[in-house]
């Protein structure tokens, strides 16, 4: 073979491989994303479930998006584990256009004991053609777990393996 010919065959596999692997990057940062989304938060700014007590009323933010066209659409908030509705809808019913966002706000108490749970879900029924579903749920007074006092830190190593020390 000529010089020429494996010069050209050179730059044809160069060529394919380059449009290959930016095809295949390209996939990866396309990832298909579901066609629903539901969140919980706090409306006010640096609530967290560790610090909200027992008694505590928090506003909440549901936030419930679809990635696709729904005429009928249900939200449904459920209160778990003493947890109180003061104020706000548990139901919404209604339709979304695609990348459309439906925010409740609702108000509730913390239980006087134990942990509060909000759960959100959002549902487009199969009477659509395909069911799809999300949901989120979020704790009150969610408190961290606290170490014994009598036990010690344990220390890693480079690798986040336990290093045990021998006096």
Known sequence: MSLRKITCLAVVVAVLSLVSTTAFSASLHNKPQPP???????????????????GDVVELRIIAASSLDADDVRIQVDLAGGAELVLG????????IKNEEKTIIITVRAPAHGNGKIKARILIPESQGA???????????????????????????SKGRDVIEYR
């Open 36 to 54: 629903l989304l539901i969140s919980i938060e706090p409306v006010q700014p640096g609530i967290t479930p560790t610090n909200i007590k027992a």
């Open 89 to 96: 809808e548990t139901v919404w019913n209604g339709s979304l």
């Open 131 to 157: 069911s799809f579903s999300a949901e989120d749920v979020y704790v009150l007074g969610v408190q961290p777990k606290s170490k014994p006092e009598h036990e010690h830190p344990v220390k890693k190593d």
